[in-house]
């Protein structure tokens, strides 16, 4: 069960998630998941998403948060449980979670800005690549702070998605 994000390049034709088959034709998005079906209209450009949640999927547009500093940490996949209103909360979350999930196998790092705290882990099972554990950012965090932070922290997403969900000026 998962939440599922394709970029509209063009046509394309294939599986998600375990049952499902996404379609788009240039105009039309279309799941077909056990002889049902679910359409939408989009067009080459938008993202949209499909929720294989464990019956018929989901599908809609991918909208970023608007506001920056929720922006921010979505961009950098924090989950929703695991963004926190202070530094010092989101610094007791990583300080318990690094002492009591397996610190002999994993790496731990924070991320630390002036505006901003990140914590992550990687191991094996990540395949060494950083995870984000859990942040905070400034609530008055400014366009311009959101870009340096996504650059420094690594965004979730393609290139090419970043840039067009990121504060432009």
Known sequence: MAIHHFLLRGPIEGPVGMSARIR????????????????????????????????????????????????????????????????????????DFEESWAPESREFRRLIGERWFVGQYRDAYSRFRWRNICGWVAPDITPEEVRRFVAEVGSRWSPEVTEKFLPQG
């Open 24 to 95: 788009f034709d240039g105009s039309t998005v279309t799941v077909e998941w056990k002889g049902q079906t679910a359409t939408m209209p989009a067009a080459v450009g938008d993202v949209v998403f499909v929720d294989c949640w464990g019956g018929m999927p989901r599908i809609g547009k991918t909208v970023p948060p608007k506001r920056p500093y929720r922006l921010a940490l979505w961009m950098v996949g924090i989950p929703k449980g695991s963004r926190y209103a202070s530094r010092e909360e989101a610094r007791r979350a990583f300080d």
